[in-house]
């Protein structure tokens, strides 16, 4: 009965440190970093960008749509406005930043 005794016993081993240590914890805290900015804020700076360069690159006679959804022809570009005829006789003062889109001239 003592050999069965001896037989079970184990021998101890050093007590496993939960978690595996501070290298386990910020490895994939710096994954999910990671891979935010690749599928959120890169893109939101390539749509800031490209409308920066729209903004810019605005002149008279441009078919624009507004994010109202209001089309019209630019008739005046001053420093951060535009006067857009949207009918005759009918002309609005809008901010450059709220033109979304130039329409192309067929």
């Keep these: ?3 069965m005794i001896f037989a079970q016993a184990q021998t101890a081993s050093p007590p496993a ?3 595996g ?5 910020f490895v994939p805290l710096i994954f999910i970093f990671v891979i935010m900015y690749f599928v959120m804020i890169r893109p939101q700076k390539k749509r800031q960008e490209q409308q920066k360069k729209l903004v810019g690159s605005l002149k008279t006679g441009d078919r624009v749509v ?5 089309h019209g022809l630019i008739s005046n570009v001053k420093e951060n406005t535009v006067l857009l005829k949207v009918a005759d006789n009918v002309k609005i003062e809008i901010d450059k930043s709220a033109i979304t889109n130039v329409l192309k001239e067929a």
């Design 1 to 3: 009965m003592l050999f």
């Design 17 to 19: 440190v939960p978690g």
């Design 21 to 25: 240590g501070i290298g386990s914890f």
């Design 66 to 70: 507004t994010n109202a959804g209001i």
